[in-house]
T-cell receptor, first 113, second 117 residues
């Protein structure tokens, strides 16, 4: 079985500052990794995904993430955040085949002026 | 990305009544879909997985007689919360996986907030 750990439940940051949201996973087999964003009272929107190939993946809204197999991490980064980036961010993992997604507990990104 | 419509977005009901939530994929046909439950400030917990034309597979601890799932077609799934009680109040989210998405990319609805009085 796989698991996901998001160490930070909340990350406060000032507008235009860089941010990194941490995600570590555990799995005995190859994984697919995802970051989703959830705005208040809304469903989840896919930000980016790692399926194979290049370990640096770029997503929507200027976000990117790097898959690090040796450290079993998939941290999300953005060089300059906006107020509108304030939301809950979920890291998720699945494995080969039609397996289900396992989500982390989420990190609330709070961007202030 | 794909569009998933979930309805209603918010429902308030009296204890003991049943509530039906609809989830539709608008631009693709999905053989597999998922229902999740999310408590405030917590992550999504998978409730059940359903395949079109088959009975849903429920996660451990989820009462199948309370949470009825019907995946009647490749574009529509419903979740009915029967005899709802205040402890069923939560945010329910559906997602679809398109047949070609072998790498488990899921597309989510906007969610339904259920408040049971």
């Amino acid at each position: 079985a796989q698991s996901v750990t998001q160490l930070d439940s909340q990350v406060p940051v000032f507008e235009e500052a860089p941010v990194e949201l941490r995600c570590n996973y555990s799995s005995s087999v190859s994984v697919y990794l995802f970051w989703y964003v959830q705005y208040p009272n809304q469903g989840l929107q896919l930000l980016l995904k790692y399926l194979s190939g290049s370990t640096l993946v770029k997503g929507i809204n200027g976000f990117e993430a790097e898959f690090n197999k040796s450290q079993t991490s998939f941290h999300l980064r953005k060089p300059s955040v906006h107020i509108s980036d304030t939301a809950e961010y979920f890291c998720a993992v699945s494995t080969e085949g039609y397996s289900t997604l396992t989500f982390g507990k989420g990190t609330m990104l709070l961007v202030s002026p | 990305g794909a569009v998933v419509s979930q309805h209603p977005s918010w429902v308030i009901c009296k204890s003991g009544t049943s509530v039906k939530i609809e989830c539709r994929s608008l631009d693709f046909q999905a053989t597999t879909m998922f229902w999740y439950r999310q408590f405030p400030k917590q992550s999504l917990m998978l409730m059940a997985t359903s395949n079109e034309g088959s009975k849903a597979t429920y996660e451990q601890g989820v009462e199948k007689d309370k949470f009825l799932i019907n995946h009647a077609s490749l574009t529509l799934s419903t979740l009915t919360v029967t005899s709802a009680h205040p402890e069923d109040s939560s945010f329910y989210i559906c997602s679809f996986r398109a047949p070609s998405e072998a790498k488990n990319i899921q597309y989510f609805g906007a969610g339904t907030r259920l408040s049971v009085l």
